[in-house]
C-alpha cells in the first residue's frame, strides 16, 4: 500500500517530536513549527495527502491556515487538534477551513491512526472521482466536435455525389470522369468511416497482446494506404531500416494504427510539386521498447497548429484532405499502450515523429 505522506503543525516542539517518533514507521511525516514553513512543505511537496494542524498556535488559527491555503492546495485531506471543546471552532473548522475531521488533545494513538487512515480513504476517492469527472468532460468535449464534424464529414462527399449526378444527367460531363469522381467520394467516404471504427475499437476493445513483426506492419500500411487513397508511393524515396534482433509483444491492432496513420499522413502532406519527395522510416526494438522514427521532407506544420495537431478533428494545414481524426486516433491508441509520442515540425521544410512503444514480452 502506498504510504501516507502528511504534515503535523504544532507550535509546541515536544509534541512535534512525539507525533513523529509513534507514527514515523507507519507515514512520511513532515513537521511544522508555524503556517509559514507549512507553506513551504506544500509549495515543495506536490503529494502530500493529509494535513494535521494544531488550532491554537501563535500566529494564525488552524481554522484561519486551513482556510488559508483551500484554493492553493485543495487536495489534501485536514484533520484540526485542540486542546478546549468549543462548538464554535468545530463550526468554523467545517465551513471554513473544509476539516474532514476534529481530534481533542492529548490525542488517542489508535483514534489517530484510524483518522489519519480514513482521511487518506476520502483523498483517494475525491483524487479517482476528480479524474473520472475531468475524464467524462474530455469525453463530453469530444463527443460534441464528434457529432459535429462526422455530420460534416460524411455529408460533404454524399453533396458531392449528389452534384456529380445530376451534371451527369445533363450530359455535362464523361462517363469516366463521372466514375473518376464517384470513386474518390467514395474512397473518402470508407476511409472516414475506418477511422470512426478504429476510434471506436481503440476505446472499447481490450488489449490482445501477440508477437510484432514491424517489416510485416509497414508493408500492409503501405498497402492499405494506396488501397484508401487512391495513390502512388513511387516518386517517393522510402528508406527503411529496422533493427529487431529481440522478440517484441503488444496489440498488434494497435500497434497498426499508429504506423498506418503516421505513415499515411507522411504520404498524403508531400509536396505535390516537390521531385525530391522523402521518408525515412527507422525502427529499433529493444527488451524494453520498440522506438520508431518517421520523418519526411513535406510540407510540415506551423508553430500555430503544432501543439493542437493530437486534438479530435483538427485540421493543421489547408492541404488537409482528411477529417482530423487521424492524429487523435495515434495519441489515443498509444495512451492504451501506455507509449509516448513526440513531434519535431518544421512547415516547408517537413515533420518528425518519435514514438515509444513498451515491450511487453515476458520470457518464460
Known amino acids: 500500500m502506498k504510504k501516507i505522506n502528511l504534515i503535523y503543525i504544532d507550535d509546541e516542539i515536544n509534541n512535534l517530536h512525539s507525533f513523529k517518533a509513534k507514527f514515523r514507521n507507519d507515514y512520511n511525516i513532515f513537521l511544522a513549527n ?48 485542540t486542546g478546549y471543546s468549543d462548538i464554535s471552532v468545530v463550526i468554523d473548522a467545517i465551513n471554513k477551513g473544509n476539516v474532514f ?56 462527399p454524399l453533396k458531392s455525389m449528389e452534384g456529380i449526378l445530376n451534371l451527369a444527367k445533363l450530359d455535362a460531363i464523361k462517363e469516366d470522369n463521372v466514375l473518376q469522381l464517384f470513386d474518390k467520394c467514395v474512397r473518402k467516404l470508407d476511409y472516414f468511416i475506418c477511422s470512426i471504427t478504429d476510434y471506436y475499437k481503440n476505446t472499447s476493445v481490450e488489449k490482445i497482446v501477440t508477437e510484432i513483426h514491424f517489416e510485416q506492419i509497414i508493408k500492409d500500411s503501405f498497402e492499405l494506404i494506396q488501397q484508401t487513397h487512391n495513390c502512388s508511393i513511387k516518386d517517393i524515396n522510402i528508406s527503411t531500416s529496422i533493427i529487431q534482433n529481440t522478440t517484441f509483444v503488444s496489440d498488434e491492432f494497435r500497434v497498426h494504427v499508429i504506423i498506418s496513420y503516421l505513415l499515411s499522413n507522411a504520404v498524403k502532406y508531400q509536396k505535390n510539386e516537390s521531385s525530391n519527395k522523402e521518408l525515412i522510416i527507422n525502427v529499433v526494438v529493444t527488451d524494453q521498447i520498440a522506438k520508431l522514427t518517421i520523418k519526411d521532407n513535406g510540407i510540415g506544420i506551423s508553430t500555430a497548429h503544432i501543439n493542437h495537431i493530437f486534438n479530435m478533428f483538427y485540421r493543421g494545414t489547408s492541404q488537409s484532405t482528411g477529417s482530423g481524426i487521424g492524429l487523435y486516433i495515434v495519441k489515443e491508441t498509444l495512451d492504451k499502450l501506455s507509449g509516448k509520442i513526440e513531434v519535431i515540425s518544421e512547415e516547408n521544410e517537413g515533420t518528425c515523429f518519435e514514438i515509444q512503444i513498451p515491450n511487453e514480452y515476458k520470457p518464460t
Do not use: C
Request: aromatic share 12%; proline share 4%.
Open 34 to 81: 508555524n503556517s509559514t514553513e507549512a507553506f513551504q512543505i506544500l509549495t515543495e511537496n506536490s503529494d502530500i495527502h493529509v494535513i494535521l494542524s494544531d488550532q491554537r498556535m501563535p500566529d494564525i488559527t488552524g481554522v484561519v491556515f486551513f482556510e488559508s491555503i483551500l484554493h492553493t492546495f485543495p487536495d489534501p485531506i485536514r484533520i484540526l487538534l
Open 101 to 156: 475531521r476534529y481530534l481533542e488533545k492529548p490525542w488517542n494513538d489508535h483514534e489517530m491512526k484510524i483518522a489519519i487512515e480514513n482521511a487518506f480513504q476520502f483523498y483517494f476517492l475525491n483524487t479517482q472521482l476528480k479524474s473520472k469527472n475531468e475524464e467524462l468532460k474530455k469525453k463530453n468535449e469530444e463527443l460534441n466536435r464528434f457529432v459535429y464534424s462526422a455530420y460534416h464529414d460524411l455529408k460533404a
